[in-house]
């Protein structure tokens, strides 16, 4: 049985019968397989290399500085310790009334750090901001230190100066380029000044009651002492009800980068939909033809005896062995343009990646065998019902329940193939019930279509138009299948092309170049309009200026807030600190109310409105009573509003926003975000150096980095959308081709009777323009409909719809109507009328 599976194989690969099902499936593996490589070897890089965001492979965190048994403890695990010291204070510069002054972060460091990574230096400030630099191979020189490029303009010093710190100067020695550590709170985002831990005494900043940060890193070659560390230091820290002491992790303090990487991980997730959707509908439609094909064939293996277990077990193992050929080749397909994907994604690479593992490649596998399973082997089953009369007349028994239900296991098998490559129920079942939709409402159209070409049949007095609605009328079920597939290919073609451009144009306009680079903080109200003159003067116009009101909150529904109150780190963090609060009568740009309604009446009753996220971190819901303490006050307000921010913007924005009534007796100062062109960027220090009280936080590096990571992932995705491209395109060569050998034996029977060439050539142009055209715009209404879906219910950004679409739509089905004209016309000019007709 085996060897007679192998000789069919061969028969049929010859005959050119399974070319078409091992292109297909060779498509969506390497498709599936190449993005399956590139996650995996990304994910395996995070997992080695993710420590370098913290310097270490664990980072404690406290307001005074790592007890001697932790150390002794570490020490004993023969693990590599650091430590860090890090506050806000004023470096200074000139002697004099030419003394300038400007707020710094400073931060001292012991020999050996950071644990991992490497601080980058530089001796020229512009490659300092732009982050390139020589690694450091160790901590500053005693007496010396490194800073920010941002520092010299601000102090009116150079690389070589001296500046002074406390009751110490010191000679700056090289520029910051890159600090692996650094995170993103607003005192890191202050000039950094970095130096040894020995110099720091000397300065005579360290005062009791300062702010200041004590960080412990911690790393090991044996990432399970690390952990045991980390064991031991929780149950520690449990015993002795320790606070303000924390171990951090990498999700903290980089919302907006975060942002940014999600929506990343859903356009790449929708492109695997996309292979995986359109690669099923050209394996089933290449099956299918395969089985119209072997009938006769089946029929005939019939009269020799077989039984119909004997032929379905030839014919699955015949499509058993075209789908491991296929899979095998896509994987290696995949494998190879995987590096590809990484060549365009290298800039993001901090270090060469580990190998690959064999995972991908399993599932590569198990992805082509799931879809030749699924959506193959319906039309296989039927093949068994074959009776043996049809070698003598050409009928076909009615499909049995056990093949009407393996379209069931196609329909499971499909949906499964959307959640696996998803990982997103949410965007899985929007992307697949969308294509069924599709599916459903396109088939109805199609065949409304065909009830209304029906009285036109006369209406033109053309043979041509006659033969070619009298053809699409023969065949209804022909015909409407053959509009639904080209709509859905080409539907997946608009998405893939004229809406993926829509929905990357508002992807970054999400973050857009022009996004706020600058933050001023500590704006007093005298100083508000003097600042808005100096900012419009460097081209910056309408700066948006927000209330900050800092408070701390100490009551939720009249119970205390403690750190106690909670178990979760962040929470207990947010409990222990103070909140920047604002107020102000109009919802800020970029929020969206997600749960109640803002507050309409502005001098009614204390109203919050509360961001989303912190308001699932606290247990807040609407009704719920806050109560904050601000400067001594106490002021009460009911959530009536939760709001989604959109942290990629990079402008201001705050976590409780109450109702000006309630806060107008507060002590304010105001915050403001705007982007201030590369000309003009020494405004910045203009303005700290005019109002020593403000602090101007520079936040162009994390917006370069942003904007950095958007570019290099829309590469990774232009290059995944040309697998789905070259999917969508066989998909429309399997509808244009479904109906191919009956149309061959219509146009020999028509020529038999006294048809010309010319005659059947316009005949065919109309009908494939008609379904063409109707296809078209199908498909064009179906990819605007699940562009503005996407980007409304996932992608969580604006849409405008693009009459493009349109025209587009209705250009593809011409061309391709076009195509499958002319290879229908060079089909029937191929084979004579005899020929035909003896054939058939």
């Given at each position: 049985?085996?060897?007679?599976?192998?000789?069919?194989?061969?028969?049929?690969?010859?005959?050119?019968?399974?070319?078409?099902?091992?292109?297909?499936?060779?498509?969506?593996?390497?498709?599936?397989?190449?993005?399956?490589?590139?996650?995996?070897?990304?994910?395996?890089?995070?997992?080695?290399?993710?420590?370098?965001?913290?310097?270490?492979?664990?980072?404690?965190?406290?307001?005074?500085?790592?007890?001697?048994?932790?150390?002794?403890?570490?020490?004993?695990?023969?693990?590599?310790?650091?430590?860090?010291?890090?506050?806000?204070?004023?470096?200074?510069?000139?002697?004099?009334?030419?003394?300038?002054?400007?707020?710094?972060?400073?931060?001292?460091?012991?020999?050996?750090?950071?644990?991992?990574?490497?601080?980058?230096?530089?001796?020229?400030?512009?490659?300092?901001?732009?982050?390139?630099?020589?690694?450091?191979?160790?901590?500053?020189?005693?007496?010396?230190?490194?800073?920010?490029?941002?520092?010299?303009?601000?102090?009116?010093?150079?690389?070589?100066?001296?500046?002074?710190?406390?009751?110490?100067?010191?000679?700056?020695?090289?520029?910051?380029?890159?600090?692996?550590?650094?995170?993103?709170?607003?005192?890191?985002?202050?000039?950094?000044?970095?130096?040894?831990?020995?110099?720091?005494?000397?300065?005579?900043?360290?005062?009791?009651g300062a702010r200041i940060t004590y960080r412990m890193l911690v790393a090991g070659q044996d990432i399970q002492a690390v952990q045991a560390f980390d064991g031991w230091l929780q149950a520690t820290i449990k015993a002795g009800n320790l606070r303000n002491v924390r171990l951090e992790s990498l999700e903290a303090g980089r919302p907006e980068m975060r942002?940014?990487?999600?929506?990343?991980?859903?356009?790449?997730?929708?492109?695997?939909?996309?292979?995986?959707?359109?690669?099923?509908?050209?394996?089933?439609?290449?099956?299918?033809?395969?089985?119209?094909?072997?009938?006769?064939?089946?029929?005939?293996?019939?009269?020799?005896?077989?039984?119909?277990?004997?032929?379905?077990?030839?014919?699955?193992?015949?499509?058993?062995?075209?789908?491991?050929?296929?899979?095998?080749?896509?994987?290696?397909?995949?494998?190879?343009?995987?590096?590809?994907?990484?060549?365009?994604?290298?800039?993001?690479?901090?270090?060469?990646?580990?190998?690959?593992?064999?995972?991908?490649?399993?599932?590569?596998?198990?992805?082509?065998?799931?879809l030749l399973a699924g959506f193959a082997l319906p039309p296989v089953l039927q093949l068994r019902n074959v009776p043996h009369n049809r070698v003598i007349r050409r009928e076909a028994a009615a499909p049995q329940p056990m093949a009407l239900a393996t379209y069931g296991l196609g329909l499971a098998s499909f949906f499964a193939l959307l959640l696996w490559?998803?990982?997103?129920?949410?965007?899985?079942?929007?992307?697949?019930?969308?294509?069924?939709?599709?599916?459903?409402?396109?088939?109805?159209?199609?065949?409304?279509?065909?009830?209304?070409?029906?009285?036109?049949?006369?209406?033109?007095?053309?043979?041509?138009?006659?033969?070619?609605?009298?053809?699409?009328?023969?065949?209804?079920?022909?015909?409407?299948?053959?509009?639904?597939?080209?709509?859905?290919?080409?539907?997946?073609?608009?998405?893939?092309?004229?809406?993926?451009?829509?929905?990357?144009?508002?992807?970054?306009?999400?973050?857009?170049?022009?996004?706020?680079?600058?933050?001023?903080?500590?704006?007093?109200?005298?100083?508000?309009?003097?600042?808005?003159?100096?900012?419009?003067?460097?081209?910056?116009?309408?700066?948006?200026?927000?209330?900050?009101?800092?408070?701390?909150?100490?009551?939720?529904?009249?119970?205390?807030?403690?750190?106690?109150?909670?178990?979760?780190?962040?929470?207990?963090?947010?409990?222990?600190?103070?909140?920047?609060?604002?107020?102000?009568?109009?919802?800020?740009?970029?929020?969206?109310?997600?749960?109640?309604?803002?507050?309409?009446?502005?001098?009614?009753?204390?109203?919050?409105?509360?961001?989303?996220?912190?308001?699932?971190?606290?247990?807040?819901?609407?009704?719920?009573?806050?109560?904050?303490?601000?400067?001594?006050?106490?002021?009460?307000?009911?959530?009536?509003?939760?709001?989604?921010?959109?942290?990629?913007?990079?402008?201001?924005?705050?976590?409780?926003?109450?109702?000006?009534?309630?806060?107008?007796?507060?002590?304010?100062?105001?915050?403001?975000?705007?982007?201030?062109?590369?000309?003009?960027?020494?405004?910045?220090?203009?303005?700290?150096?005019?109002?020593?009280?403000?602090?101007?936080?520079?936040?162009?590096?994390?917006?370069?980095?942003?904007?950095?990571?958007?570019?290099?992932?829309?590469?990774?995705?232009?290059?995944?959308?040309?697998?789905?491209?070259?999917?969508?395109?066989?998909?429309?060569?399997?509808?244009?081709?479904?109906?191919?050998?009956?149309?061959?034996?219509?146009?020999?029977?028509?020529?038999?009777?006294?048809?010309?060439?010319?005659?059947?050539?316009?005949?065919?142009?109309?009908?494939?323009?008609?379904?063409?055209?109707?296809?078209?715009?199908?498909?064009?209404?179906?990819?605007?409909?699940?562009?503005?879906?996407?980007?409304?219910?996932?992608?969580?950004?604006?849409?405008?719809?693009?009459?493009?679409?349109?025209?587009?739509?209705?250009?593809?089905?011409?061309?391709?109507?076009?195509?499958?004209?002319?290879?229908?016309?060079?089909?029937?000019?191929?084979?004579?009328?005899?020929?035909?007709?003896?054939?058939?």
């Amino acid at each position: 049985m085996f060897a007679q599976a192998i000789r069919m194989t061969l028969r049929d690969w010859r005959a050119g019968q399974l070319r078409f099902l091992l292109v297909a499936l060779v498509v969506a593996v390497a498709a599936l397989s190449a993005s399956g490589f590139f996650i995996d070897r990304l994910r395996a890089a995070l997992d080695r290399d993710a420590h370098q965001l913290l310097g270490a492979d664990m980072v404690i965190t406290a307001d005074q500085p790592a007890p001697q048994a932790w150390r002794d403890e570490a020490r004993r695990r023969g693990l590599q310790q650091a430590f860090t010291v890090v506050f806000p204070s004023m470096a200074q510069a000139g002697e004099g009334d030419a003394s300038l002054s400007q707020l710094a972060s400073i931060k001292a460091v012991t020999s050996g750090y950071p644990l991992r990574g490497r601080v980058r230096v530089a001796n020229n400030a512009e490659q300092a901001n732009d982050g390139l630099g020589d690694p450091a191979a160790d901590i500053p020189a005693a007496g010396t230190v490194w800073v920010d490029a941002g520092l010299l303009p601000a102090l009116n010093t150079q690389v070589g100066g001296t500046i002074r710190l406390g009751d110490q100067s010191f000679t700056i020695a090289r520029l910051i380029a890159a600090e692996p550590d650094r995170g993103a709170s607003f005192m890191n985002f202050a000039p950094r000044v970095m130096l040894r831990e020995d110099d720091l005494q000397a300065t005579g900043l360290v005062q009791p009651g300062a702010r200041i940060t004590y960080r412990m890193l911690v790393a090991g070659q044996d990432i399970q002492a690390v952990q045991a560390f980390d064991g031991w230091l929780q149950a520690t820290i449990k015993a002795g009800n320790l606070r303000n002491v924390r171990l951090e992790s990498l999700e903290a303090g980089r919302p907006e980068m975060r942002a940014t990487l999600d929506r990343a991980d859903r356009f790449l997730s929708l492109v695997g939909l996309l292979s995986a959707m359109l690669a099923a509908v050209a394996v089933a439609m290449a099956a299918r033809r395969f089985m119209a094909r072997n009938l006769d064939a089946c029929a005939m293996l019939r009269c020799l005896g077989l039984t119909q277990n004997q032929v379905t077990a030839l014919y699955l193992i015949e499509f058993a062995l075209v789908g491991l050929l296929g899979s095998l080749i896509g994987v290696a397909l995949g494998f190879l343009s995987h590096f590809v994907l990484l060549k365009s994604l290298g800039a993001l690479m901090v270090a060469d990646l580990p190998p690959a593992t064999i995972v991908p490649a399993l599932q590569g596998m198990a992805v082509g065998m799931l879809l030749l399973a699924g959506f193959a082997l319906p039309p296989v089953l039927q093949l068994r019902n074959v009776p043996h009369n049809r070698v003598i007349r050409r009928e076909a028994a009615a499909p049995q329940p056990m093949a009407l239900a393996t379209y069931g296991l196609g329909l499971a098998s499909f949906f499964a193939l959307l959640l696996w490559q998803a990982r997103d129920v949410k965007l899985a079942s929007l992307t697949g019930l969308g294509f069924l939709a599709a599916f459903g409402i396109f088939g109805l159209i199609g065949w409304l279509g065909l009830n209304v070409l029906k009285p036109l049949r006369g209406a033109v007095h053309s043979q041509a138009w006659r033969f070619a609605v009298t053809s699409l009328q023969r065949r209804p079920g022909a015909t409407v299948v053959q509009v639904v597939s080209l709509a859905l290919g080409l539907m997946a073609l608009l998405l893939l092309t004229v809406v993926r451009g829509d929905l990357m144009t508002a992807w970054r306009n999400a973050t857009p170049p022009d996004a706020p680079n600058r933050f001023i903080i500590n704006i007093q109200p005298d100083q508000k309009e003097p600042i808005a003159a100096k900012l419009a003067g460097a081209g910056v116009a309408n700066v948006p200026l927000y209330p900050m009101i800092r408070g701390r909150l100490t009551a939720i529904n009249d119970k205390p807030v403690t750190a106690t109150t909670y178990t979760d780190e962040r929470a207990k963090g947010l409990a222990e600190r103070e909140f920047n609060l604002s107020t102000m009568a109009d919802i800020p740009p970029e929020n969206k109310i997600v749960a109640g309604q803002w507050y309409a009446d502005q001098e009614g009753k204390p109203e919050a409105s509360v961001e989303e996220g912190i308001a699932k971190t606290l247990g807040l819901k609407l009704g719920d009573r806050m109560r904050f303490d601000i400067a001594g006050s106490p002021v009460e307000a009911t959530i009536t509003s939760l709001r989604k921010l959109e942290w990629g913007s990079m402008r201001v924005n705050f976590f409780v926003v109450i109702n000006p009534k309630a806060m107008a007796d507060t002590p304010q100062s105001w915050i403001t975000a705007f982007h201030l062109p590369k000309q003009h960027a020494a405004m910045g220090n203009t303005l700290a150096r005019d109002y020593p009280n403000l602090t101007v936080v520079d936040v162009g590096a994390v917006l370069r980095q942003v904007q950095g990571v958007l570019d290099q992932v829309m590469l990774a995705v232009e290059f995944l959308f040309g697998f789905t491209l070259i999917s969508g395109v066989l998909v429309l060569y399997a509808a244009l081709m479904g109906s191919q050998d009956e149309r061959t034996r219509e146009a020999g029977l028509l020529r038999a009777l006294g048809a010309t060439r010319q005659q059947l050539s316009r005949a065919q142009l109309i009908e494939f323009l008609l379904v063409g055209a109707l296809a078209g715009v199908l498909a064009a209404t179906g990819a605007a409909a699940m562009g503005w879906g996407l980007a409304t219910y996932q992608f969580k950004f604006d849409w405008v719809f693009n009459p493009g679409v349109w025209a587009a739509g209705l250009a593809a089905g011409a061309l391709c109507a076009i195509i499958g004209g002319y290879l229908g016309l060079r089909s029937v000019l191929k084979h004579p009328p005899l020929q035909t007709l003896r054939n058939a």
